[in-house]
């Protein structure tokens, strides 16, 4: 009976805070506009109208009543599920504490864009928060590895994955309801696996479930054409509440999924951020310099719509999501060296879908309907150049991500739109 309640904690939380959070967003937006919390087209957005920001808020209010309602002031973390084997305590207000500290240091960052010195100051001020709140990685089960015990180091390594979940979920906000969308996915996922993982009387799943139902509320309003957009106030808090849920949820269990779970489920807006950050590096930028190299980006500029690249990315994220929630609940394996020919099969198949849609996304996708456009479009610019000069220029153009959009006359372009439509474009 504990255990069905809890499920019912988790369902009741995620439809709290969504509803929370969908209210008191467009108040949220009000608020932006009063003290100039406002998005101004760039050339890193895709959009060309100011739009509010700071609807993190929002989201937090969602977080703050259904933690309230839903989440004991401390729970115990199992190693595996009616174990009995305790290896951790969490204390549920001082973590809340860190979401709200850096919600406002997001917020203040709307207003008046602070320098990334002090944004990550607060981060890494959260982060510590966190940690002292029972948030630690303190060993680590990896497949075919076994047990890592990280004794002293598990604090300082919380602290490196929580301040790294802030910085890639605010990255990859970059265009309507994508990290809303996303997290969303993500949060359900978590709760799904953590309640495998520690049992139905998981409060770490509880509040997944919360940072589901928050940034599906706020999402209402941020699908496209976006009234709002979530601002740093709302990206961070997402990005920290779902490195806690990682580190409580299955990092400090026995769960072979452990540490390959939360990168799978994360995968999409972690290959986002690594594939930019990396770009940046090799032409000498700095990291954290804003640029338009994003997948949504460059999904954009090869004739896709803001909507066709939203749905595109939470396909993907919802085929990672699919593949872990596979991998620990197909019973293709005992976890102890014993196979099950037939459900293996069965595994080897959810995952080659999963790899294959990663390639069609990354490569096939973005890459070669890239090059075969472009070729296109700089043979009509220029019909005298020669078929060596046209190659160099798209691979050139592949490599840097910098490119003019293509214009809509070009073979699979979203629906008759132009991608330059003002109507299709963000700043966020």
């Given at each position: ?6 499920y019912?904690d ?6 709290a ?7 008191l967003?467009?108040?949220a937006?009000?608020?932006?506009q009063r003290v100039?919390?406002?998005a101004f087209?760039?050339?890193r957005g ?5 739009t ?5 808020l929002?989201?937090?209010a ?11 002031d ?6 595996a599920?009616h ?7 969490v204390?549920?207000?001082p ?5 709200v500290?850096?919600a406002?240091?997001?917020a ?6 602070l320098?990334?010195?002090f944004?990550l ?7 510590i ?8 990685i303190?060993?680590?089960?990896l ?8 004794t ?10 929580l ?12 265009v ?11 949060g359900?996922?978590?709760a799904?696996?953590?309640?495998s ?6 409060a770490?799943?509880?509040l997944?479930?919360?940072t589901?139902?928050a940034?599906?509320?706020f ?7 976006a009234?709002?957009?979530m ?12 490195g ?5 949820g ?35 930028q700095?990291?954290?310099n804003?640029d ?14 803001q909507?066709?690249t939203?749905?595109y990315?939470y ?5 990672l999501a ?14 102890h060296?014993?196979?099950?020919v ?12 999963g790899?294959a849609a990663?390639?069609y996304?990354?490569y096939?996708l973005?890459?070669l309907?890239?090059k075969s ?8 610019v220029d019909?005298?150049a020669?078929d ?5 220029t798209?691979e050139r153009?592949?490599?840097t ?25 963000s700043p966020?």
């Amino acid at each position: 009976m504990a255990t069905l309640t809890r499920y019912w904690d988790a369902v009741f939380a995620f439809l709290a805070a969504a509803a929370v959070a969908g209210v008191l967003t467009p108040f949220a937006g009000k608020l932006a506009q009063r003290v100039g919390a406002i998005a101004f087209p760039s050339a890193r957005g895709l959009a060309r109208k100011p739009t509010p920001l700071l609807g993190g808020l929002a989201i937090l209010a969602g977080l703050l009543v259904a933690a309230l309602i839903w989440m004991p002031d401390t729970f115990n973390l199992q190693k595996a599920p009616h174990s009995g084997t305790i290896v951790g305590v969490v204390h549920t207000w001082p973590l809340i504490a860190g979401a709200v500290l850096i919600a406002l240091v997001g917020a203040i960052d709307d207003i008046w864009d602070l320098k990334p010195i002090f944004k990550l100051a607060g981060q890494i001020i959260a982060a510590i928060v966190a940690v002292h709140a029972g948030a630690t990685i303190n060993d680590l089960t990896l497949p075919f590895v076994g047990s890592l015990q990280f004794t002293d180091a598990g604090g300082p390594l919380a602290v490196i994955w929580l301040v790294a979940l802030m910085n890639i979920v605010n990255l990859s906000d970059g265009v309507d309801g994508l990290a809303a969308g996303v997290c969303t996915i993500d949060g359900i996922t978590f709760a799904v696996i953590v309640f495998s993982v520690q049992g139905g009387t998981s409060a770490a799943a509880v509040l997944a479930a919360i940072t589901a139902g928050a940034s599906l509320g706020f999402l209402v309003h941020n699908f496209y054409p976006a009234k709002i957009f979530m601002g740093d106030s709302g990206s961070n808090l997402l990005g920290y509440l779902l490195g806690v849920t990682a580190v409580i949820g299955t990092m400090k269990t026995s769960a072979v999924l452990a540490l390959a779970g939360p990168l799978l489920i994360l995968a999409v807006p972690f290959l986002d951020t690594g594939f930019v950050v990396a770009k940046r590096l090799k032409y000498g930028q700095r990291p954290w310099n804003a640029d338009a190299n994003h997948f949504h980006h460059r999904m954009a500029r090869i004739g896709f719509s803001q909507r066709k690249t939203v749905f595109y990315l939470y396909a993907w994220t919802l085929m990672l999501a699919g593949v872990v929630v596979a991998l620990r609940f197909v019973p293709y394996s005992n976890h102890h060296g014993v196979y099950h020919v037939g459900w293996a099969v069965v595994m080897g198949g959810i995952l080659l879908a999963g790899a294959a849609a990663s390639v069609y996304l990354v490569y096939v996708l973005e890459i070669l309907k890239f090059k075969s456009a472009r070729m296109i479009q700089l043979r009509r610019v220029d019909p005298d150049a020669t078929d060596q000069d046209i190659e160099k220029t798209v691979e050139r153009d592949v490599a840097t991500g910098e490119f003019d959009a293509l214009d809509e006359e070009l073979p699979d372009a979203q629906d008759g739109e132009s991608p330059g439509d003002p109507e299709d474009e963000s700043p966020e």
